[in-house]
Nanobody
Framework: QVRLVESGGGLAQAGGSLRLSCEASGFISRLSTMGWYRQAPGEQRELVATITKDGSTKYGDSVKGRFTISRGNAWNTVYLQMNSVKPEDTAVYYC???????????WGQGTQVTVSS
């Protein structure tokens, strides 16, 4: 099993910055990809960014150029640096972890991000 714990959410003004962290524990050797998804009220969960164990990244179109995903040296922590945030970035942000032997991807409990205009 893998447990994911997010931190760093909160309130920001438009144009400001926030940094999210996700720490994985358990069988992290099974993981090849970690990332962030978000879900706003009444909307489907969408990709924010993912990073693989070798450092390859992928971003959702709405955050390209503003958000940066990175990983810690030990591959059990990923970060999401959110710059130039907009009110439409308001959502619950979920950490996700997956791998080739993982049947059901792992999810964190979510952290609320609210951006005021």
């Amino acid at each position: 099993q893998v447990r994911l714990v997010e931190s760093g959410g909160g309130l920001a003004q438009a144009g400001g910055s926030l940094r999210l962290s996700c720490e994985a524990s358990g069988f992290i050797s099974r993981l090849s990809t970690m990332g962030w998804y978000r879900q706003a009220p009444g909307e489907q969960r969408e990709l924010v960014a993912t990073i693989t164990k070798d450092g390859s990244t992928k971003y959702g179109d709405s955050v390209k150029g503003r958000f940066t995903i990175s990983r810690g040296n030990a591959w059990n922590t990923v970060y999401l640096q959110m710059n130039s945030v907009k009110p439409e970035d308001t959502a619950v942000y979920y950490c996700n972890a997956d791998g080739p032997s993982v049947v059901v991807p792992y999810w964190g409990q979510g952290t609320q991000v609210t951006v005021s205009s």
